[in-house]
């Protein structure tokens, strides 16, 4: 692939990272130039690959096998797609592991036949495939490798993976999907009909308080790692984590109503958010 090429396919990243995140944009102008291009191509592809299990036309699974065989390729030295061709010299620079892509494929396609899920162990076993790879590659990028520090990862994308179940309710119910383990239903006395109506009640509430208190302490937990990082790291995993733990806020404070109204973040929110991230500041996670 001839270097025009190459800067076309991280351009073409560029602009999915800048314009599809909802929060935050993807690579802040913290991150050095040579990492950023990297963290956008990363995002392009877990972006990708989400919306071909989410809204492509047709059989998605075969869809997802496509998406497979064209990004094996790039051990071939001949993909085809742009994210993957901006991909391979990402693959290269870093020595990242096929696996950790291979996981998020996967992710989307146990949505296609996976629909819930019984105990919230079962719920982590798909994040550990849906967002932590995430996370991993990204601490590849800037240059960590250490299993401690995985680790930690995984529990603040794993945290920000149930913030986005929480805050999708509805939408996933749209889709035929419920994400809240069938087991926390059941003890809080919730059924998936009471869910198709978008009721809140006394017992919603409780059920979505336990989630979002047992969001915040994986939140807590993956703090520690912050300390782990290269200093110009630090800010966008701040920013992602106040962005997160700033969502679960704007649940309580709409009575956990996720249905009549979403929790988003305003600009201003936003705004705020990136200051605190820039000074050091992360508020304590309630317990």
Same mark, same amino acid.
């Given at each position: ?88 010299? *990402?693959?290269?620079? $870093?020595?990242?592991?096929?696996? %950790?892509?291979?996981? !998020?494929?996967?992710?989307? =396609?146990? @949505?296609? +036949? ?100 047992? *969001?915040?302490?994986? $939140?807590?937990?993956?703090?520690? %790692?912050?300390?782990? !990082?290269?200093?110009?790291? =630090?800010? @966008?995993? +701040? ?49």
């Amino acid at each position: 692939m001839t270097t025009a090429h190459a800067e076309a396919a991280f351009r073409a990243c560029e602009k999915i990272a800048r314009t599809h995140y909802e929060n935050f944009t993807v690579g802040s102008f913290l991150l050095p130039r040579g990492a950023k291009k990297h963290v956008h191509a990363l995002y392009a592809f877990a972006r990708a690959t989400d919306d071909i299990g989410d809204e492509s036309e047709g059989d998605r699974v075969a869809n997802l096998d496509a998406w497979e065989e064209d990004f094996r390729r790039i051990r071939q030295g001949d993909p085809r797609h742009p994210i993957h061709a901006a991909l391979a010299e *990402t693959i290269a620079t $870093f020595d990242l592991p096929d696996e %950790l892509f291979l996981n !998020l494929i996967e992710a989307n =396609r146990i @949505d296609q +036949r996976r629909t819930r899920y019984e105990t919230f162990q079962d719920l982590l076993q798909y994040c550990e495939h849906s967002a932590n790879p995430c996370g991993r590659l990204v601490l590849f990028v800037f240059g960590v490798r250490d299993l401690e520090s995985q680790r930690l990862s995984d529990f603040t994308c794993t945290a920000l993976q149930l913030v986005n179940f929480w805050q999708d309710i509805a939408i996933d119910w749209t889709k035929g999907r419920v994400y809240i383990p069938q087991e926390d239903l059941r003890r809080f006395g919730v059924s998936e009909a009471e869910l198709g109506r978008g009721d809140v009640n006394d017992r919603f509430i409780s059920l979505m308080k336990f989630e979002c208190d047992r *969001t915040r302490d994986f $939140f807590r937990r993956g703090l520690a %790692l912050l300390d782990r !990082l290269p200093s110009k790291a =630090r800010f @966008d995993v +701040r920013l992602f984590s106040l962005g997160g733990m700033r969502v679960l806020d704007l649940i309580e404070r709409n009575g956990y109503d996720v249905f009549r109204k979403r929790p988003r973040i305003s600009t201003g929110g936003k705004a705020w958010l990136a200051f605190r991230s820039l000074v050091g500041g992360l508020p304590r996670p309630k317990r």
